[in-house]
């Protein structure tokens, strides 16, 4: 089955950039959506299809697809940004076509 | 207000069945695929089930497949999620999710509801 791959954790301070990336075979290849997650709530998603922002999301979040690494960045890091981030994309590579999920990402505003 | 509220979770003992259902309002139902997404307490998110918007084309994770059947009623703006034979595994808060798009491959979930919590333990 395709893994999605993230860093555990990534730490910055605020109004620095933060890079989280996420890592999969041929994930160039794929459309890759990233979605925010705060304690108790539910997921929202902040970028789809790589580089789309959805409506009311800050454009302090972009994403970006080259090669085998996907990055989704946050610029001018606030404290409100602390939440675990996941990536997700549509495999079809095998019999059993699926959503696969990264594992997360927790950022970390110091 | 685009809205997905999900109900139907409870605790169960293993082997036995549950029925989730998710109401949707704010945004016309039928167009849309909608999603079965879980959380085990502390873990990741999985996906488990998605159905286009007319229900013609489904599909199932693998830790699922056999087990649990996904409908959805137009009619009612709903989703339901038949749960048989359930495991200690499946132990999960339940997040119904609206895709971007009709097909229920490829584009993103776009609304989340707060989820249902499912713990399967004798």
């Known amino acids: 089955s395709y893994v999605l791959t993230q860093p555990p954790s990534v730490s910055v301070a605020p109004g620095q950039t933060a890079k989280i990336t996420c890592g999969g075979n041929?994930?160039?290849?794929?459309?890759v959506h990233w979605y925010q997650q705060k304690p108790g709530q539910a997921p929202v998603l902040v970028v789809c299809?790589?580089?789309d922002r959805p409506s009311g999301i800050p454009e302090r979040f972009s994403g970006s697809n080259s090669g085998n690494t996907v990055t989704l960045t946050i610029s001018e890091v606030e404290a409100g940004d602390e939440a675990d981030y996941y990536c997700?994309?549509?495999?079809?590579?095998?019999?059993?076509?699926?959503?696969?999920f990264g594992g997360g990402t927790k950022l970390t505003v110091l | 207000e685009v809205q997905l509220v999900e109900s139907g979770g409870g605790l169960v003992q293993p082997g036995r069945s549950l029925r989730l259902s998710c109401a949707a309002s704010?945004?016309?139902?039928?167009?849309?695929?909608i999603h079965w997404v879980r959380q085990a307490p502390g873990k990741g998110l999985e996906w488990v089930s998605g159905?286009?918007?007319?229900?013609?084309?489904?599909g199932y994770a693998d830790s699922v497949k056999g087990r649990f059947s996904v409908s959805r009623d137009n009619a009612k703006k709903s989703l339901y999620l038949q749960m048989n034979s359930l495991r200690s595994e499946d132990t999960a808060l339940y997040h119904c999710?609206?895709?971007?798009?009709?097909?229920?491959?490829?584009?993103?979930?776009?609304?989340w509801g707060q989820g249902t919590m499912v713990t399967v333990s004798s």
């Open positions: 999710a609206k895709g971007r798009y009709g097909d229920y491959e490829r584009d993103a979930f776009d609304i």
């Open positions: 704010g945004f016309t139902f039928d167009h849309f695929a």
């Open positions: 159905i286009s918007w007319k229900g013609g084309r489904i």
């Open positions: 041929r994930i160039g290849d794929k459309s």
């Open positions: 299809d790589n580089t």
């Open positions: 997700q994309v549509w495999d079809s590579s095998t019999d059993h076509p699926n959503w696969v």
